[in-house]
């Protein structure tokens, strides 16, 4: 069964560094997400995307923060100067939307990146 | 701003017993609601999608109801097996929007 991936599972990086976390979304799907969850928190929505641009964005999602699906398979989540706050697990996720039919509107999840910020 | 509550946030039972977890969301306008399970330190596995039309959703020994008016739902475990110990997630997609808000979670213990 098709799969969302993420890379890498877990990015350890000091403060003010810029990391990049990866996705691959399942090969059909038209829309992507980025999710977090802070240690013990609930998970939070970020961004998603569709067409090639950001549909919606939370208040998290400030100008750190930006996504680009660079080809036709990866979906990449840039922090720019990574705080101590940032710490967390990023989940990605994508759905497919055909129309007609409702029960593709399930958003399936990655495993995560869980990102440490020294 | 929806706001999604689960009850209890941690529940035990030994092998063998049914169970229910609750999921409570604010506002009724929602598109659909999704059931996930998140074991320790891994990803979301979907579990069941109701929209907002249906009133439950089945799937082996899971059944998720949805009444949108009164803002609940419910996750039925029948049968419940040790290997079901998880963290179980509900997360409601408002009509309009795209993302989906989550609850904090129930985390279960099934006791072999």
């Known amino acids: 069964e098709p799969e969302v991936t993420q890379t890498p599972s877990h990015q350890v990086t000091q403060m003010g560094q810029e990391v990049i976390l990866r996705c691959v979304p399942i090969?059909?799907?038209?829309?992507f997400y980025w999710y977090r969850q802070i240690l013990g928190q609930k998970v939070e929505f970020l961004v998603s995307?569709?067409?090639?641009?950001?549909?919606?964005k939370s208040e998290i999602f400030d100008d750190q923060f930006s996504v680009e699906r660079p080809d036709g398979s990866n979906f990449t989540l840039k922090i720019r100067s990574t705080k101590l706050e940032d710490s967390a697990m990023y989940f990605c996720?994508?759905?497919?939307?055909?129309?007609?039919?409702?029960?593709?509107?399930?958003?399936?999840f990655g495993p995560g990146t869980r990102l440490t910020v020294l | 701003k929806q706001e999604v509550t689960q009850i209890p946030a941690a529940l035990s039972v030994p092998e063998g017993e049914n169970l229910v977890l609750n999921c409570s969301f604010t506002?009724?306008?929602?598109?659909?609601l999704q059931w996930f399970r998140q074991d320790p330190g891994k990803g979301l596995t979907s579990l069941l999608l109701?929209?907002?039309?249906?009133r439950e959703q089945t799937s082996g020994r899971l059944n998720a109801s949805l009444d949108k008016s009164s803002g609940r739902s419910t996750l039925y475990i029948a049968a419940s097996q040790p290997g079901d110990s998880a963290t179980y997630l509900c997360?409601?997609?408002?009509?309009?929007?795209?993302?989906?808000?989550f609850g904090t979670g129930t985390r279960l213990t099934v006791i072999p």
């Open positions: 506002d009724s306008a929602i598109y659909n």
């Open positions: 995307f569709y067409n090639n641009e950001i549909s919606e």
């Open positions: 996720a994508s759905r497919v939307r055909l129309a007609g039919v409702g029960s593709t509107d399930t958003q399936y």
């Open positions: 997360a409601v997609r408002q009509t309009g929007a795209n993302n989906l808000f």
């Open positions: 090969s059909n799907h038209l829309y």
């Open positions: 109701i929209q907002s039309s249906q």
